[in-house]
Structure formats: C-alpha cells, structure tokens
C-alpha cells in the first residue's frame, strides 16, 4: 500500500482505525465485530483449528504427527459436531491407518507424499469414496459403498490428503438448505436458527465450526458459494472444466457424465488455502491425462493498486438489504484507498435476462437422472399448460421438457453471453457483486419448498432469489469466490464475491486475499 493510499484509507475509517490496525496486524486475531474500537488481546489459534498452510508446515517439520493431529479433530468433532451436524459419516479408524502411513513415510524419507500429505480432511457427501459410504443425503443411497473414488476425491487422496469423514448436503443437492431424512438438518454454526445454506452446507459449517480445514464441495447454482456466504468462510468456484466432475452424485452412481454447469470447487478459512486445493483439484480428468496439461495464468496483480474493478453493488432484480449495501459501500471506498481503479457504473449483463437464461439451462440439465416415470408426468403436465400461462410453474416445466432443439438455441445464447462476459473483462480484471441479498435466513426446512419465502428489508421475496448473484456466473464458466469481509449487527456473516475472467482464477484468489488482509472476517464462531 502506498504512503498516500494508506493515509487515504485512515481518513476513510476514522474512528475504526484501532480494530482495522489490529487486524492488518494478525487477521488470525481479528475482533469477531469487524469495527470493534477495543484491541483484542492477541491469542494463539489451537493448530487444529489453524489454516491449512499452518497444519502442513507443522506436519512437515514433524512439529505434530500427522496421527495426533487427526487426533486432535476427532476430539474437537465429539465436542462439536453434535450440535452442527455437519460431518455425517466418520472413518476414523482408516484415517489413523494412512495418518500412521504417512508419519512412517515422512520419518523413512523426509519426503512429502504430496501438498496435502498427512492432513486430515473431510469431503461433501455428494463425492463417491471407495470403500466408504456416499449417500448424498439420498435414502436410496443410504446403503451405498462405492468401488471407485470420483475423480477429485482421487486427486486429494494422491496428493496425500487423509479422509476422515463425510458431510452433509441435502437429498441429491437438491436445496439451497442442508438438511435430508438420513442425517437431519445443518445448523448455522453462527446461529442454530439460520440455515447454513446448501447443497454444500454440510462441507461450509464444518470449515467454520473446526472440524476440517479444508473441504472439496461443489456448485451449480451457488450450491458452494451460498453456504459459504452464510457460515463465514472462503471458497472458490472454479473455472468450469478445470476440475473432474466423474463421481459426483445426483448423477447416478456408475455415471461417467455430469451436469453441464456442475463444477467442484474448495472451501477454507482463508484466500491462500483455497489457492491450495485448487492446485490439487485442478487438472485434466484421467481420460484426457495423456495429452492434456492446465496451466493457469498467474495473477494480473498481486497488489490492488491499479488493477481494474468493477463494482454491482445492488440491482433492481434482486435487491440487497442495507446491511449488504453497507458492505459493498465500504469495500468501494477501500478500493479507492488502495489506488484501484475502481468502475461503479459498467454493468457486464442484464441480471434478469442472465438468471431466466441461466434457469432455463439449470432446469433441462436436471432431467437427466429423473426417472422415466417422473419424467414422463412432466412432459404431460407441460402439455397441458396454456399459452399465455407465464408463472413460474410453467415456465419449469417447459425448461424441463423443451426439445433439444430449443436447449441449443438456448445454449447459443449461452455463448454469446459468454462472449459479452469476455468483453467486459477486456476493460476490467475482476468484478465485485453481493454474494447473497441478505446473511443467513431462518432455517426453513420444515416448510415445504413452494410455501418459503425470504424477507430483505421487510419485504417477502421469492426462496430462490438468494441464489441470484451466484447465478451470474454458473452458466458462463467464469471463476468466482465467497470472500467474508465483515459482519451484521447480530453478529452473521457477511461476504462479498469476486468473479473474474475465464481461466483468471488465480487473480480472483489474489483479489480475495488482499481483501481479507484489509477488511476483518466474521470471527470464529462461539463455541468449544
């Protein structure tokens, strides 16, 4: 930062200074309210709880065994997990055995396995593990033991991660809330009360509760970055196409294909872990291994001065409460502090035109594991529907069943929206939105689907419109992260999401990371 930025950003935040020093200072210390003026005493995180990073270098330099820090999460897990329900499936007993394998190697060779090697982890229930139950919160599933781990869960474990457990997503990620009739519901670690969001809740509250540093989810309709957003934590959805989809259910198990805007990505407490795993996740799938390599780009920058930004801070279509629009003011007014050169005015796409082309897409994609049956009762309700029917209902249906001639000319626009994107990014580097209108609802999983509702200042809005902003980029393939950058008045989560160009993931995890070293997180949640 230069002298005069810096003096800047003082002048911006008078009266917020002391708690913003601290944080800058140590944001593993941060104040749990982001403009608390008290200076917390600094306190040392228990590693078991620490970035990723920080486990490994304790583990390579044989500070702790890979075993007793295992040790140390199924501790936490029984102290905590009960109350989030967030790790659904335990295999505690196969993890000592590879944790022990993994000291043994590291004590025979000083060598590493891999950049995960003896790290504890645990992967959304949604990802198939061998040997090992993949129920993806399914009752059909509950008895299924895969044969073969899918594709990124391959990836981790060659990079020498070690899986201790599952967590929770609803049936067949089929929510934006985590909660199924196997495992029951997520709750918010910030908040029993809220949802900690979906399909990737489970995976979102165990990060933010300790139980796992790092965890692999995945993402289509913001299913990743949504709970993210809502349990305080980072996590990146990727470029699409640069991380293996084959395992990953609802497909049916044995599948070899996947949604077409279905994308694996990680979750983590901070920016740089996250560019830790993308660099496991990220490759090209086995079949495509002989001939194929992925080299991404590095950063535009490293720093915010001078990088180009853009900033949608709210939007007619889906509108922000006040504390949100709070929010992106304030990153707005850091931007400038920091020399960005900062655009509040360009607008890359329509949002309604992008979210309908977007549902249109979702929809088709999810009819291909419905049942013949299933299938069929919507292809003759579709039928039935009148012209001048335009409600939601019936504009579901006819995405679900539209001829395959429609899905290609829809697919088209899909390219040129693409096109239109890359654009945009011709004059900026990345863009910065709201990640949701709102922090977390309530929990409303009791309530059946078409009766919930989501109050943003006051006023009653569609369920659905909390995944609107997420929704730019699903069907665009663009990289976008969940960066918490701060709190509510009650104390919830709040974050900001930062997309950038095709293939640009790399200066998207840096825009998150000097985001986060500026701008204090939520704090940990309370709790053992």
């Known amino acids: 930062m230069t002298s005069r930025s810096r003096r800047s950003f003082l002048a911006l935040t008078t009266g917020l200074t002391t708690s913003l020093a601290a944080s800058l200072t140590d944001p593993a210390t941060a104040t749990a309210a982001p403009y608390r003026q008290k200076v917390p005493k600094p306190v040392r995180t228990p590693l078991h709880l620490a970035p990723a990073r920080e486990q490994l270098d304790a583990l390579r330099r044989r500070k702790i065994s890979s075993r007793e820090l295992l040790g140390l999460l199924l501790d936490h897990h029984g102290r905590v997990n009960p109350d989030v329900n967030a790790v659904v499936t335990l295999d505690a007993e196969r993890a000592r055995e590879t944790a022990r394998a993994a000291d043994d190697h590291l004590a025979r060779t000083g060598e590493p396995l891999g950049p995960l090697h003896g790290l504890p982890m645990t992967v959304k229930d949604a990802f198939e593990t061998a040997g090992l139950r993949t129920t993806c919160g399914s009752r059909e599933l509950a008895d299924h033991v895969p044969e073969k781990d899918a594709d990124a869960v391959a990836r981790l474990r060659a990079a020498g991660a070690v899986l201790f457990g599952k967590t929770n997503t609803p049936a067949n990620c089929q929510d934006i809330q985590t909660s199924n009739e196997l495992f029951g519901t997520t709750r918010n670690p910030y908040d029993p009360e809220r949802t900690a969001g979906g399909s990737s809740g489970g995976p979102a509250a165990a990060v933010a509760s300790g139980l796992t540093a790092l965890e692999v989810g995945s993402d289509l309709a913001g299913s990743l970055r949504l709970p993210a957003h809502y349990c305080g934590v980072h996590a990146l959805r990727p470029s699409h196409g640069i991380v293996a989809t084959r395992g990953h259910i609802p497909r049916p198990p044995g599948w070899l294909t996947s949604g077409d805007m279905l994308t694996p990505g990680p979750l983590a407490r901070t920016a740089d872990d996250l560019a830790l795993l993308l660099d496991v996740l990220a490759g090209p799938a086995p079949t495509d ?67 309908r082309l977007f549902q249109t897409l979702m929809y088709a994609t999810g009819t291909a594991s419905a049942s013949d049956a299933a299938f069929q009762g919507e292809v003759d309700a579709a039928g039935k529907l009148d012209d001048d029917d335009h409600s939601p209902g019936a504009f579901f249906l006819r995405s679900r069943t539209q001829r395959h001639r429609d899905w290609l000319r829809a697919n088209e626009e899909r390219e040129k929206l693409t096109r239109t994107w890359a654009r945009y990014f011709d004059d900026h580097d990345v863009l910065i939105t709201p990640s949701a209108p709102t922090a977390a609802v309530p929990d409303l999983t009791s309530v059946p689907v078409p009766q919930r509702r989501i109050t943003v200042d006051g006023a009653e809005r569609p369920y659905f419109d909390q995944t609107a902003w997420a929704n730019l980029t699903s069907h665009v393939r663009l990289p976008a992260a969940t960066v918490p950058v701060g709190r509510t008045a009650s104390g919830l989560p709040l974050s900001v999401q930062v997309v950038g160009p095709y293939l640009a993931d790399r200066t998207v995890l840096a825009v998150a990371g000097e985001l986060s070293r500026l701008l204090p997180g939520p704090g940990a949640p309370e709790g053992p």
């Open 289 to 355: 291994a002989p001939a194929w390599r992925l080299e991404l780009p590095e950063p535009r920058s490293r720093t915010l001065d001078g990088l180009r930004i853009g900033v949608w801070a709210d939007d007619p279509y889906c509108r922000v409460d006040a504390e949100t629009r709070e929010l992106l003011a304030r990153v707005t007014e850091l931007l400038a502090a920091e020399d960005a050169r900062t655009d509040t005015t360009a607008r890359p796409v329509d949002l309604a035109d992008s979210d």
